[in-house]
């Protein structure tokens, strides 16, 4: 089944501690993006990759660090989380930038 | 910038009733523009998407949605509403020569109610 998937899916910790959220998918897809999504606000793009090797910033990528060593994985590392990076986090999943997005079932972060 | 307004945050209707979310986009060229559909606790679904083919588009579930240039619109219809439509609808846009820039809108809520 082709999806994208997302690891964990809920997290709870503490200010200061390192945390890394991993997406993966098995479509092939060369384009990989990260969304947080809060209340009144949508999603917005935190990193994306466009191949392995090659990110790029969106519009809110303070706080976060991404790298794309393999095609199919595209973690999220936040090196020290604090408490205005809770929110629920969306991976997703593009062949090319005409297609549509295929997003991963999400991970509700509390930073405490 | 390329940006994205849904008007209403929350949108109720009735079973039964015509569904219209509305979706303006700012740009000067035209843009790849998408709806996505969020039901509790899942993921996004795409429902439809424009990509400078027709300009009437139809999509799953029933929902269509058409691109008006003169209007910067995209709104999303649904003839008849139905209880399963209860959902976070999301327009997006991405500018044409932008790989994976998708810039969403607010979103907007729909109940429907028996």
């Known amino acids: 089944e082709a999806q994208v998937t997302q690891n964990p899916r809920y997290l709870i910790t503490v200010t200061g501690k390192k945390l890394t959220v991993t997406c993966s998918q098995n479509m092939n897809h060369e384009y990989m993006s990260w969304y947080r999504q809060d209340p009144g606000l949508g999603l917005r793009q935190i990193y994306y990759s466009m191949n392995v090797e090659v990110t790029d910033k969106g519009d809110v990528p303070e706080g976060y660090k991404v790298s794309r060593k393999e095609k199919r994985n595209f973690p999220l590392i936040l090196e020290s989380p604090s408490p205005n990076q809770t929110s629920l986090y969306f991976c997703?999943?593009?062949?090319?930038?005409?297609?549509?997005?295929?997003f991963g079932p999400g991970t509700r972060l509390t930073v405490t | 910038a390329q940006s994205v307004t849904q008007l209403g945050s929350h949108v109720s209707v009735s079973e039964g009733a015509l569904v219209l979310l509305r979706c303006n986009y700012s740009?000067?060229?035209?843009?790849?523009l998408f709806w996505y559909v969020q039901y509790p606790n899942q993921g996004l679904q795409l429902l439809l998407k424009y990509t400078s083919a027709a300009t009437l588009v139809k999509g799953i579930n029933g929902f269509e949605a058409e691109f008006k240039k003169s209007e910067t619109s995209f709104h999303l219809t649904k003839p008849s509403a139905h209880m399963s439509d209860a959902a976070e609808y999301f327009c997006a846009v991405r500018m044409a020569g932008t790989a994976s820039k998708l810039t969403f809108g607010t979103g907007t809520r729909l109940q429907v109610t028996l």
């Open positions: 997703a999943s593009s062949t090319s930038g005409r297609s549509e997005q295929y």
């Open positions: 740009s000067s060229v035209p843009p790849y």
